[in-house]
């Protein structure tokens, strides 16, 4: 098995041992008191960790690469916007396992939150060119902006349901205001991710592949994760919140193994 | 010299673990295309060779840093040499 199997395994192994206690109360199986206090550390700390594990290799694989390498300034804008999660996820740590207490909505959390949504669409939007500076045959600019308006129509047709319950529930200002933001940031975010999943599949079989589809991946499951969240808070289905957990914990997994996967390719 | 399809199998050999072989492959020939070097049943020239990974560098660069980029090269070279000198 090569180096780069193993890091896979061992990334696979951790992200569905961390995700287990989670789905394993949605599969009936009963978890107790233990259960409970392994969700508060294993679910709050994998998520800090998985995060930070993308920042930094992130940050590595942008000091590593040139100045004038169009990559560069795509690895530091992503990560500034994993810095900013990092931020946020520090800020839900602190409240539920320093200080056992339930994280309040809104919180300080959901300003660093919300400020890495435009570095994350920046670097993405900031790939995409890149790409294109190969001079590889990854599509024609036409395709592209092709794509854009067809998930850029489907995004807003998807959105009208999920908006619709979050709504109609009564809210704070700014907690209405965060309901409303997160599923319009995660599906403005969608846009340039199909757009480079569409691209980065024609390197299936290659290191290049393996990079975009652990992120592209991880930011899928992240939209999803936060859609379910909006929508299952708003329709008072609180029960779900474990199943968002265990999204969410995966999508930080497969950002840090693209991310990592990087910073091995240009090592 | 070496026959143009013997040198693109293996600058694709050589590219596909970063690339993948599909795209490996389409990058070789889009640019062989461009440079107006003929694949099939001619031999390939030193200076359409060099134009040609010239080409195929400047995109994996992107990828993988200059430094890791120029060592493909190189490998590509040596493999080209072994073939030749077999």
Same mark, same amino acid.
């Given at each position: ?20 206690? #989670? =789905? ?23 998520? /800090? $960790? #998985? ?31 994993? =810095?900013?999660?990092? $931020?946020?996820?520090? =800020? ?17 959390? @959901? ?35 092709? *794509? ?18 979050? +709504? ?5 200002? +700014? ?15 969608? =846009? ?13 079989? $290659? ?7 652990? +992120? ?16 299952? *808070? ?6 779900? @919140? ?17 991310? /990592? $996967?990087?910073?091995? /390719?240009?090592? | ?48 060779? @060099?134009?040609?990974?010239?080409? /195929? ?30």
């Amino acid at each position: 098995m090569s180096r780069h199997a193993r890091v896979d395994l061992v990334f696979l192994i951790i992200a569905l041992a961390t995700a287990a206690p #989670f =789905v394993l109360p949605l599969a009936g199986v009963a978890t107790g008191e233990v259960g409970d206090e392994l969700r508060v550390y294993v679910g709050n700390l994998s998520k /800090l $960790g #998985f995060l930070t594990c993308a920042a930094v290799m992130s940050l590595m694989a942008a000091a590593r690469l040139e100045r004038d390498n169009p990559m560069r300034p795509v690895w530091r804008t992503m990560a500034a916007g994993l =810095v900013l999660f990092v $931020g946020g996820e520090i =800020v839900l740590v602190m409240y539920q396992v320093v200080w056992r207490l339930p994280s309040p909505f809104p919180s300080l959390a @959901d300003l660093f939150f919300v400020l890495a949504y435009p570095f994350i669409l920046a670097g993405l939007l900031r790939a995409i060119s890149a790409y294109a500076e190969t001079g590889y045959p990854i599509g024609t600019r036409r395709e592209r902006l092709g *794509t854009a308006v067809a998930v850029g129509g489907v995004t807003v047709l998807a959105g009208y349901p999920v908006l619709k319950p979050v +709504l109609a529930v009564p809210a704070a200002p +700014l907690a209405m205001l965060l309901n409303v933001a997160y599923p319009v940031l995660d599906l403005a975010v969608l =846009v340039p991710v199909i757009i480079l999943l569409r691209i980065a599949i024609r390197f299936r079989g $290659g290191e290049v592949w393996k990079v975009w589809a652990g +992120l592209l991946a991880g930011f899928l499951l992240m939209t999803f994760a936060d859609v379910l969240f909006g929508y299952f *808070t708003a329709t008072a289905h609180e029960s779900l @919140d474990r199943l968002v957990d265990a999204t969410y914990i995966l999508s930080y997994a497969a950002i840090a193994r693209g991310a /990592l $996967g990087q910073y091995q /390719l240009l090592k | 010299m070496a026959k143009t399809k013997d040198a693109l199998d293996t600058i694709v050999g050589m590219l596909s673990p970063y690339l993948g072989e599909t795209m490996a492959r389409a990058a070789a020939l889009a640019h062989c295309q461009k440079l107006g070097i003929a694949v099939e049943g001619t031999d390939i020239s030193r200076e359409q060779l @060099d134009a040609l990974l010239r080409k /195929l560098t400047q995109g994996l660069n992107i990828f993988v840093g200059r430094e890791k980029a120029a060592a493909v090269v190189n490998d590509i070279n040596a493999a080209m040499a072994a073939r030749g000198a077999a």
